[in-house]
């Protein structure tokens, strides 16, 4: 069906792909050529073959962000957006492997900020739940609706989710551990947790209601970690299993995901272009 629903475009050097400010709605596949995104007052991105344009505009539901213009002959496939979803719906094992690739993609993206910039900037929230008896179903929500891959994800599946968390609880030093041999996404409920990789080298912090190690979690990337309690942690683990299981059967769960890959594009690639531009401004003039 997804290939079916493609047409191809082509552009010209210097041609808009599409303009910021107008209406998203459509997919664009680089089949072949570079592409620049720019907007008023930030440092552009570049794109090239293989890369999919304008889907984080179209699954927020915004306008477009950036231009996208070409920067040499393009040629793109490309389809409408509710198109793109119900074909990934109906084959939901190949949309569970462009999660994984996606979210590792923007892992490794990532990687080329600084080691301590890799993960996003540890949430502040102090909710207290450490102090409290085990979490009941409504307050395990009420953390699950927080966290950045479900906060635009369907009530229904989070409350799955809810009775189906392990919860464990970490004295300050504690090494953080999964219940058991299973893959395990991990919330942050309470408390502060520190993490370390050796290669990649990567450090980071995680607060209440962030994923550990962010849109690597899905992947094999916690496998390179570990991670302490930096202060009394309360951690709900959710089965890779049973995530996969509300996915498929709530495609609003998928849309979430996308989301918060794309939030997660976003600031890695803002930053690295914030970077450059500081690297750039430093080089010597010329005589």
Not at 42 to 58: N, Q, R, S, T
Not at 125 to 139: H, V
Not at 190 to 198: C, K
Request: glycine share 6%; charged share 20%; aromatic share 8%.
């Amino acid at each position: 069906m997804m290939v079916q629903a493609m047409k191809e475009q082509n552009f010209d050097i210097g041609q808009t792909i599409y303009a910021e400010g107008s209406p998203s709605g459509n997919v664009y596949f680089v089949v072949e050529g570079k592409v620049e995104l720019t907007a008023e007052n930030e440092e552009p991105w570049h794109f090239e073959k293989g890369a999919m344009l304008g889907v984080i505009d179209a699954n927020g539901k915004n306008p477009h962000r950036r231009t996208a213009r070409a920067t040499t002959p393009v040629r793109t496939l490309y389809m409408n957006f509710d198109e793109y979803l119900a074909a990934l719906e109906e084959n939901f094992d190949f949309t569970y492997k462009m999660m994984q690739m996606t979210s590792r993609d923007i892992f490794e993206l990532s990687l080329g900020l600084p080691s301590h910039e890799v993960f996003a900037p540890p949430s502040q929230a102090k909710p207290g739940w450490y102090q409290r008896p085990s979490l009941n179903e409504i307050q395990r929500l009420l953390v699950l609706h927080q966290a950045g891959p479900f906060q635009h994800a369907p009530i229904q599946p989070l409350v799955m989710l809810a009775r189906l968390t392990h919860e464990d609880r970490f004295e300050a030093g504690q090494e953080i551990t999964c219940p058991d041999d299973q893959r395990y996404i991990c919330v942050v409920a309470d408390g502060l947790v520190s993490t370390r990789s050796e290669e990649p080298a990567v450090t980071g912090h995680f607060g209440a209601g962030d994923i550990m190690y962010g849109v690597g979690c899905i992947s094999d990337v916690p496998d390179t970690f570990t991670s302490v309690a930096v202060e009394p942690t309360v951690i709900l683990h959710i089965s890779l299993e049973d995530m996969i299981d509300a996915a498929e059967e709530h495609s609003g769960m998928i849309r979430s995901w996308f989301n918060y890959v794309g939030q997660t594009n976003v600031r890695a690639r803002n930053r690295m272009a914030e970077i450059l531009s500081q690297d750039m401004g430093k080089l010597p003039v010329s005589a």
